[in-house]
């Protein structure tokens, strides 16, 4: 009875004596699945923040016109807020009485009036007679920038390299163009674009100053008197002709030496009517006075 304590003690020493080191190899193994573990995880994280970083971060051509743009921007705000704002409002909301609101104007809007001298305004007067612009292109395209970015609206129409597109916005039909123009323009403009005057101290300009964009933006915007075509009134396509019949008409040279505005043949009739009765009444005098 005495010996089985002991040997139940013995036996317990000689249990743990061999079950410790087998505890310890799984505490070791456990130990080296958490590491593998938790560098796989860190491994898993690294590679899917590497892969965000790569989607969310510019490119350095992106992160370049980013800046570009930014800049255009900063020089559009520099140029309104000394040139504009005292008639337009901080916000482009207008200011009664002196100058409309530009939200929704565009930079198309900002082409037109700059490019032509007509804006900024040096009084206030019936109507902005075109001068000779004070703003350079790139200053100008600043301008429009920072008026789209804030106000939004039409733009203007640019060709594949970024330039303001002038030439490739001839179209090729020029009798369809002249019969759109004659339709919708020639009431005010004259049938050959000379302008004409209105009421109210106002008037058509003479459109042989204007370029293909100005045609184009006056079109899309409705400056002053004139009405605003959208492209459901008159397509793209059937703007295009119109500018190329336009500017057929104020190229032409007029072979005999004066246009007399451009009215065709009642003033040229009455000119020539005037003249030879006047040389008529001159020889007959002449004829009268050597007898």
């Known amino acids: ?49 590497g892969g965000l970083a790569a989607v969310v971060t510019p490119t350095p051509q992106v992160a370049v016109a980013d800046e570009s743009a930014s800049a255009l921007l900063r020089t559009g705000k520099q140029l309104f807020d000394t040139s504009c704002v005292s008639c337009h409002g901080a916000n482009l909301q207008g200011e009664p009485g002196r100058g409309p609101s530009l ?22 007067e019936a109507q902005a007679p075109r001068k000779y612009p004070l703003f350079d292109d790139n200053q ?10 804030n106000g939004g609206g039409p733009t203007v129409v640019r060709d594949a390299d970024g330039s303001i597109a002038q030439a490739s916005l001839r179209g090729d039909d020029l009798g369809r163009g002249g019969d759109l123009f004659r339709l919708n323009c020639a009431s005010c403009h004259n049938f050959t674009g000379r302008g004409g005057a209105l009421s109210s101290g106002k008037y058509a300009p003479d459109l042989a100053p204007a370029n293909e964009q100005q045609i184009l933006t006056a079109m899309v915007t409705g400056p002053q008197n004139m009405p605003r075509f959208s492209d459901r009134q008159i397509s793209m396509e059937e703007k295009k002709d119109i500018i190329a019949y336009v500017r057929a008409v104020t190229e032409e040279h007029d072979p005999g030496g004066y246009g007399l505005g451009g009215f065709g ?15 008529a009444i001159g020889a007959a005098l002449w004829i009268g006075a050597r007898s």
């Open 265 to 279: 043949p009642a003033p040229e009739g009455m000119v020539m009517w005037i003249v030879g009765m006047v040389a």
């Open 140 to 149: 100008i395209d600043a301008l429009g920038a920072y008026v789209q970015a």
């Open 103 to 124: 939200i929704g104007v565009g930079e198309a809007a900002v082409y037109f009036q700059v490019s032509t001298g007509r804006m900024p305004a040096a009084r206030g």
């Open 1 to 49: 009875m005495t010996n089985r304590p002991m040997n139940r003690s013995v036996r317990l020493k000689t249990l743990r004596k061999w079950a410790r080191p087998h505890h310890n190899q799984t505490v070791a193994r456990r130990r080296l699945r958490r590491r593998l573990s938790g560098g796989l995880l860190l491994l898993v994280a690294l590679a899917m923040a």
